[in-house]
């Protein structure tokens, strides 16, 4: 076997590594379907849109708060007001949510995930 290719498998074993790693993490989180998060927000949980702002000008869910992933932890401050209630994170496919309610969640956050994203709340 040659360097490169142990290089390759190392490198396929730790992108591996951390995907197994954020899928458990992600079970730590409350996971909802559309549905479900309907009657969340209905109850007073909030709605945290995390995807780009050209994501969100074609198609939005009303009501919900616009901190896309990427400066989240930069903004966390503007969600304190709502630390008292659970918050509900999507994004287009449920993949950045789950970033986003982990970074959440460590910051001693209540939070959801809406599974599937944006695809899944039935407008």
């Known amino acids: 076997?040659?360097?490169?290719?142990?290089?390759?498998?190392?490198?396929?074993?730790?992108?591996?590594?951390?995907?197994?790693?954020?899928?458990?993490?992600?079970?730590?989180?409350?996971?909802?379907s559309g549905s479900e998060a309907k009657q969340k927000v209905k109850d007073g949980s909030i709605l945290l849109d995390v995807r780009t702002a050209g994501e969100r000008s074609s198609l939005s869910i009303p009501s919900s708060i616009h901190i896309p992933l990427q400066e989240l932890s930069t903004r966390m401050k503007e969600l304190e007001k709502y630390k008292a209630k659970e918050i509900i994170c999507y994004c287009a496919s449920g993949s950045r949510s789950v970033s986003a309610g982990l970074k959440l969640k460590k910051a001693g956050f209540t939070v959801g995930n809406l599974k599937g994203g944006i695809s899944s709340w039935n407008f």
């Open 1 to 32: 076997m040659t360097s490169e290719q142990i290089f390759l498998y190392a490198l396929i074993a730790l992108l591996a590594m951390f995907s197994i790693r954020k899928q458990l993490l992600a079970r730590s989180l409350n996971n909802y």
